[in-house]
């Protein structure tokens, strides 16, 4: 796409400059038509070096427009001052914000949020125009619900790929658990072996029960016929 190309353009030269130029970049890429993600450009260490500069206000701008809206603007007010065309692209920038946190924008809303008086509810059209009016808004119905039916089915097979890692994580605990308790019971048993085999009293109780000059019991053998 032609903004991912000027995107990428702005970024080869960020790699290249420094200072000022830099500067001067980032208020281009800022105003440039079409250009609405900047996370690229703030990633390039040259431009992470004007935090600590004499050009950090470039990159507070560049930090505002990658992240912020216009009332974040109104408070660098006396520090940044935008041009005309990156007023547009803020504004722009702040509904586009707006609906990603909801999918009902109200004028009321927008006209907080940008800080206008007064929003045109309608105009009057040509009868000829009816028409296109009519497929534009259709298409834009579809590619809505098509979009939120994706969010729906992305968000569906989330929660099934959770609940099956909580299952596998269960059974893998229960399991975990039941081995530690074999394992423990095996090891007394065997500290219990261990101790008989070594206390000495045991012997004597043994040779008590033998008895003294008593010779334990032959064992039983099958013989042969000749």
Not at 47 to 60: D, F, I, M, N, P
Not at 109 to 115: G, H, S, V
Not at 171 to 178: C, F, I, P, R, V
Request: glycine share 6%; net charge neutral.
């Amino acid at each position: 796409m032609e903004s991912e190309a000027q995107l990428e353009q702005f970024c080869l030269l960020a790699k290249s400059t420094k200072g000022r130029a830099i500067a001067d970049l980032i208020q281009r890429a800022t105003s440039q038509p079409g250009i609405f993600t900047f996370g690229e450009l703030l990633d390039i260490p040259s431009v992470k070096e004007l935090q600590s500069s004499e050009h950090s206000t470039a990159y507070q701008l560049l930090q505002l427009f990658a992240y912020g809206i216009w009332k974040d603007y109104r408070g660098f007010q006396g520090k940044i001052s935008l041009n005309g065309q990156q007023e547009l692209k803020l504004k722009l920038l702040t509904v586009a914000s707006m609906a990603g946190q909801s999918r009902m924008l109200s004028y009321q809303d927008l006209m907080q949020q940008l800080e206008i008086s007064s929003l045109p509810l309608g105009r009057d059209v040509r009868p000829d125009q009816l028409g296109d009016i009519k497929a534009a808004l259709q298409k834009w119905l579809t590619s809505t619900n098509t979009m939120i039916q994706t969010i729906e089915t992305n968000n569906r097979q989330s929660q099934a790929s959770a609940a099956e890692a909580a299952k596998a994580k269960a059974e893998h605990e229960s399991k975990l658990e039941d081995l530690q308790k074999k394992l423990k019971t095996e090891s007394d048993a065997g500290s219990r072996d261990a101790m008989m085999l070594d206390d000495p009293t045991m012997d004597i109780m043994e040779e008590d029960r033998i008895g003294p000059g008593s010779l334990p019991a032959p064992s039983t053998r099958s013989k042969r016929r000749r």
